[in-house]
């Protein structure tokens, strides 16, 4: 199966910038500010929806690499946005611009990588470390 058809596609995912996911909350700061985990929990939301949608149901893709700068502050109330768009496929290897926005403009950008697995075998593969952890 070829993955060529995703080429070109792009995904918005909206969220508001709160307490919780602020960088005083996820201990990634001491500000009561946007975290920038929140930022990439947002971005791979939207690629990881993106790539989804446009599979059979069987497949899924997984994050693999992210290099994503947190250019710009946002505080709580705002509204923020991940954009993605798909600008690279390779097999099974899809490539991502990546970019986050707040109400006053750009607030993060990057690149993005996922890969594309079968969702019953990769689930089995990371549970077979379950097995091979000894008992003490």
């Given amino acids: 199966m070829t993955y060529e058809h995703l080429l070109g596609l792009t995904n918005v995912v909206k969220s508001v910038v709160t307490t919780e996911n602020s960088a005083l909350a996820l201990k990634s700061g001491s500000l009561k500010v946007f975290a920038t985990p929140a930022m990439i929990r947002l971005i791979e939301q939207s690629a990881a929806e993106l790539v989804d949608?446009?599979?059979p149901s069987e497949l899924t893709s997984v994050g693999t690499a992210l290099n994503v700068k947190h250019i710009a502050p946002t505080p709580i109330g705002m509204n923020v946005r991940a954009e993605v768009k798909i600008v690279s496929v390779d097999g099974r290897k899809i490539f991502f611009d990546v970019a986050a926005f707040?109400?006053?403009?750009?607030?993060?950008r990057g690149t993005h990588e996922r890969f594309i697995v079968d969702r019953e075998k990769f689930q089995a593969k990371a549970d077979e470390k379950l097995c091979a952890i000894p008992k003490s």
């Fill in 53 to 55: 949608k446009n599979l």
């Fill in 102 to 108: 707040d109400e006053r403009g750009e607030i993060g």
